[in-house]
């Protein structure tokens, strides 16, 4: 072999690093042989040769993961970037220090998710990645004509979004690669069940077959399903503020049930703090209506409708196993001034705005009476039907809480009143953490603690799922930036470190799915937001999956595994640190060490090494 002094200040810090050849089999290379020279996969078969009898695949594996976790991918990236902080085009540096307490942070994370039964994934909804709107039978939903009216980013639609409904194969393949055993999505109404022009629906069979040949695919890897009934795309014929539409739930409801025998993991809503406040108060979502107070009228039949699904639920489709729950989300709010006791009451009004407005009727049978104090007459009231109705719904063993959430913000009362809690991201001119997305996202770990605690103490769900969790790419959103995107795997790591806290004070979360497993339509944001641990070439329309590296060529199967993102190598090597030598995805984690290796070729391209 020849020898070459490396030019690349990282190879001095490899004693030597193991890399999977065309024949899944694994070589040890010297850092010389990374120098500049691509390991093209002849040079893999030339490699190979001289290896026959290499040690078994098995304890080379094992023997990488050590090494991997001795050093771990971002100590290994660290050496190579100490000192070198890279500015986004938001003008924030992100330090990739490593900070004194990352080891701890991953020790926590292994140690708390250690049961073989916790829920490890990613999730999508369907009009964020599906595409083929008007194919196969599909009918418009009001995103689509919200969409259609120029109301997102640039007048961008999930027209083709993702184009998941044709590629989902290869999507769903990317799963137990990145060593999930849990895929959250959604189901599009309008595909499956659209309405006709007398109003009513039917269903529709090559949706009902898309949705069956993915769930075949899952169960055929041994993936478990969490399937949201409703993600936002409702038929553009109904709205929310009309009570009819609980009754099209119900039904929509029931059809899924029966189609679906296969699913044991429903939930009935996402976010319907979300799509209620920003569909009919701030008119930014579909279906683009700006009021006062119409948020509570829609909330109020989310909840009947929930209630009424729940109830059929438990009728007529229980079988012991199978759960049923609701997805809400909260950012968990501070105190701007933690001194100020009506800032501390403000902390609590705002979760009960927030959280109580949906989680109270689910588990305690109605709104908060603090609710009820601040809303007056716009917050409509539940019969004493509907309010049993609500509460057998959720006491029962199938309940469990879904919980989405992503960022930290300050709260203040306003003239020492706090029912209008006004809040911030930045005090003294400091953000509240590193922000991602400067309207909202920012990273505050902690947040997450005080959420569970907050939820757990109030309602004990049997189980709480993070059902959302995750960021977008900060700043310069190109292939080459977000690719590297160690931003990520601080966020996952520091957020997942606190869930790992939650889980060592008894709080009972069984399940954590980040979003999102690939770059995808981020609503009114268009494509403009990368969420995906997956990259996505949307200018193209389709997936960057074609790989770029294109000077790199670490590795033949680089072709293939160009688009990975180096967030979803962190939550694989952490999957198999939690899981231990016998997870068998560690193949892939091998080739993951080859991607992170190209981003520090890439760094070094960039100046910034
Ligand atoms: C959630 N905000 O939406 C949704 O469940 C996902 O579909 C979405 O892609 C994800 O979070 C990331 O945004 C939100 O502006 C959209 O505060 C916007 C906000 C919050 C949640």
């Not at 055993?181 to 959604?186: G, K, L, Q, V």
């Not at 529709?204 to 795309?233: C, S």
Request: charged share 25%; glycine share 8%; hydrophobic share 35%.
């Amino acid at each position: 072999m020849q020898h070459h002094t490396s030019r690349l200040p990282v190879a001095l810090d490899f004693s030597g690093v193991w890399v999977n050849c065309v024949s899944r089999r694994m070589f040890r290379v010297e850092e010389a042989q990374l120098g500049m020279q691509p390991l093209t996969a002849s040079r893999c078969l030339e490699m190979e040769e001289g290896h026959e009898e290499e040690e078994a695949q098995d304890s080379l594996v094992r023997r990488l993961m050590r090494k991997y976790m001795e050093h771990t991918l971002h100590e290994i990236t660290y050496r190579a970037t100490t000192k070198h902080a890279s500015a986004t085009s938001a003008g924030w540096a992100i330090s990739r220090d490593l900070l004194p307490d990352d080891h701890q942070k991953e020790e926590l994370i292994k140690r708390a998710f250690s049961d073989p039964a916790f829920m490890w994934g990613c999730a999508t909804s369907a009009y964020q990645v599906e595409g083929a709107w008007n194919k196969d039978g599909r009918k418009p939903s009001i995103w689509d004509k919200f969409t259609h009216d120029g109301r997102a980013f640039k007048g961008s639609s999930g027209d083709d979004a993702c184009d998941y409904y044709h590629r989902y194969e290869e999507d769903l393949a990317r799963i137990s690669e990145y060593g999930f055993n849990t895929y959250r999505f959604s189901i599009s109404w309008t595909r499956v069940f659209p309405l006709d022009e007398d109003g009513n629906m039917y269903m529709n069979e090559k949706g009902v077959q898309f949705y069956k040949n993915v769930l075949r695919i899952l169960a055929d890897r041994g993936i478990t399903p969490i399937v949201t009934m409703f993600h936002w795309d409702l038929p553009a014929e109904l709205d929310w503020l009309d009570e009819e539409v609980v009754d099209y739930f119900l039904r929509y409801a029931e059809f899924l049930l029966a189609t679906f025998p296969e699913v044991n993991w429903w939930s009935t809503f996402n976010e319907p703090w979300t799509f209620c406040t920003m569909g009919y108060a701030l008119g930014l979502h579909a279906p683009g209506k700006q009021s006062q107070y119409l948020q509570y009228r829609c909330g109020h039949n989310v909840l009947r409708a929930h209630a009424r699904a729940v109830d059929l639920f438990r009728r007529k489709f229980f079988r012991p196993g199978m759960k049923i729950g609701l997805v809400l989300n909260y950012d968990f709010p501070f105190p701007k001034d933690p001194e100020n006791p009506h800032d501390l009451d403000a902390v609590q009004v705002d979760a009960i705005k927030g959280v109580g407005w949906f989680a109270d009727p689910i588990y305690k049978g109605d709104y908060p009476e603090l609710l009820k104090e601040i809303i007056g007459e716009h917050l409509p009231r539940f019969t004493t039907e509907e309010k049993n109705l609500l509460l057998k719904a959720s006491n029962h063993e199938y309940n469990y809480y879904g919980l989405n959430t992503y960022s930290g913000r300050y709260v203040e009362a306003v003239h020492n009143h706090s029912w209008s809690p006004k809040q911030s991201f930045w005090k003294d001119d400091e953000p509240i953490g590193f922000p991602f997305i400067h309207a909202w996202l920012y990273k505050v770990p902690q947040e997450i603690l005080l959420h569970l605690r907050w939820v757990n103490d109030r309602y004990h769900p049997p189980g709480i799922i993070i059902t959302e969790n995750g960021c977008a790419d900060p700043g310069n959103t190109e292939y080459e930036y977000t690719v590297d995107d160690w931003h990520r795997v601080g966020f996952f790591r520091d957020y997942l470190a606190k869930v790992a806290e939650a889980v060592f004070e008894g709080i009972p979360v069984v399940g954590y799915t980040a979003w999102a497993l690939i770059d995808n339509f981020e609503w009114a944001d268009g494509y403009q937001r990368r969420f995906g641990i997956t990259y996505n070439d949307f200018g193209r329309q389709c997936h960057g999956r074609f790989g770029g590296f294109p000077e790199m060529g670490v590795i033949k199967t680089y072709e293939t595994y160009g688009w990975l993102k180096i967030g979803s190598v962190y939550l694989n090597i952490l999957q198999y640190a939690i899981m231990g030598p016998h997870y068998t995805s560690s193949y892939c984690t091998s080739l993951y060490l080859n991607i992170a290796i190209y981003c520090i070729f890439h760094r070094q391209k960039m100046g910034q090494l």
